[in-house]
């Protein structure tokens, strides 16, 4: 071969025509060598459900830790071998959060390919068991938008036909663990299962189940309702040949089983694992085991629900909070804000204190009526009242050693004596009282109709 020599003599390169020809070479082989263990697991769900925290304790098993993302999400798997722990592939992880157009980034012809085996791909729905009255609307959302993304791939209708084949060909072939089946000889699948077949294994995982707790104190819920739960996740994942998994907490024993179940599928690795349906929490049913005869088996605690009625009409849910309008809110310019303010402080009256009022005679007395028009006042009983008192007032005798003035009329002599009756108008003044630490009030005089006689005139 020919060879020219740059400048600065670093390294060789193979003339123009030739580069292009060993890129070729190198690009063909590099992706014939790697196409042939690629595979792509695509988990689908709406942000929050804990798609991100699954991926994390299946890497965790490995020794990674995975850190939570926004929009399209990107991680891998290492599969081990089960007898010499030697890494056989790499499992790349593409998770989505709400946005369906990223689909055709990562479900597409460069990572979804065909083989005798099948395809090389697999879904994993997840839902959020803590609001159990939306998890059938999000699945049927979910598995609609991928089976509109299946519909435009080009894909020959001979594939598509053959990938069907082999999905539902899987469901015939499982077997309990300890058992074998006759391959040759394969029974029909049963009435309800795999009647919409997208061609691609799904796993239907159910999050949060430590939530139940929760739903049966704040929102009385009973095994009745969660056994309505059940019933339709399971003829879910019946009609589309689904795997079931519930996942609770952190250290879900489940974690595991839902590694080996995606190794199995991916891989077609023994999947050693019975079935379980007893803990509540705790379900793991996977594609091929499940079918309508032992759903039925929950109808007898159901028997007070219409089966047919929507999860989110009849369980219960928590009131509904103040729904947010989505109208943006603009926050007022500072500048304006101060001088608006300044405005208005100009505009305000200063505040000082009140000023004072001077005390006359007048105010300062007690507003006590000094006549009363004879028939035209209250009731009689109320002047009663009223005549009673003041007599008793007049009666009362001053008690000895008071200290009052002499030649004073009775009541008239202590600080705490009742008030005299004035004199009749026109009257000498009587002569001045000697001093004393606290004037007497002022007496008042009253009408024959209170009841008291007037005094003569002096």
Not at 43 to 56: C, H, P
Request: charged letters at 25%; aromatic letters at 6%; hydrophobic letters at 35%.
């Amino acid at each position: 071969q020919h060879y020219y020599i740059t400048n600065n003599l670093s390294r060789m390169l193979p003339k123009p025509d030739e580069r292009d020809l060993w890129s070729d070479i190198l690009n063909d082989v590099s992706t014939a060598s790697t196409n042939k263990d690629k595979k792509c697991l695509l988990v689908l769900g709406d942000e929050f459900v804990g798609k991100t925290a699954i991926i994390s304790r299946l890497r965790r098993l490995e020794g990674h830790v995975t850190k939570a993302g926004l929009g399209l999400e990107y991680s891998y798997l290492d599969i081990r071998d089960q007898f010499s722990d030697d890494i056989i592939s790499r499992l790349s992880i593409w998770t989505l959060n709400n946005d369906r157009t990223s689909l055709q980034y990562t479900l597409s012809e460069k990572h979804l390919t065909y083989s005798d085996k099948g395809w090389n791909g697999m879904v994993v729905l997840v839902v959020d068991y803590s609001r159990p009255w939306s998890v059938m609307e999000r699945l049927e959302h979910w598995v609609e938008v991928l089976d509109k993304h299946i519909e435009s791939m080009k894909i020959e209708p001979s594939e598509r036909r053959d990938v069907c084949g082999k999905l539902a060909k899987s469901l015939q072939e499982y077997c309990l663990p300890g058992t074998e089946s006759n391959k040759d000889v394969l029974l029909p699948l049963t009435e309800g299962v795999l009647d919409q077949n997208t061609g691609i294994p799904i796993a239907v995982v159910c999050t949060k189940l430590d939530s139940m707790t929760t739903l049966e104190k704040d929102l009385d819920y009973t095994d009745a309702y969660f056994d309505l739960i059940q019933w339709h996740l399971r003829k879910f994942s019946l009609k589309y040949g689904a795997g079931l998994f519930y996942l609770n907490g952190k250290e879900s024993p489940n974690t595991d089983v839902l590694y080996k179940y995606i190794v199995h599928k991916m891989y077609s690795i023994p999947f050693e694992v019975c079935p379980s349906v007893i803990d509540k929490d705790c379900l793991m049913i996977p594609a091929g085991w499940d079918t309508l005869q032992k759903i039925s088996i929950l109808n007898d605690t159901l028997r007070s629900f219409n089966l047919e009625d929507d999860l989110n009409t009849v369980l219960p849910k928590p009131l509904n909070r103040r729904a947010d309008t989505g109208r943006e809110i603009k926050a007022e310019d500072d500048q304006a804000f101060l001088t608006r303010m300044q405005s208005l402080l100009q505009n305000q009256r200063p505040a000082g204190p009140r000023p004072s009022k001077p005390l006359t005679s007048q105010t300062s007395r007690t507003a006590i009526p000094t006549t009363v028009t004879p028939g035209a006042g209250g009731p009689g009983e109320k002047d009663g009242v009223l005549a009673n008192f003041f007599n008793s007032l007049l009666n009362k005798k001053p008690t000895p050693g008071a200290g009052g003035p002499a030649g004073a009329r009775p009541g008239t002599a202590g600080a705490g004596a009742p008030r005299a009756l004035a004199a009749p108008a026109g009257a000498p003044r009587a002569s001045a009282a000697p001093a004393s630490p606290r004037q007497a009030p002022r007496p008042v005089a009253r009408t024959q109709s209170e009841g008291i006689p007037k005094q003569p005139a002096v």
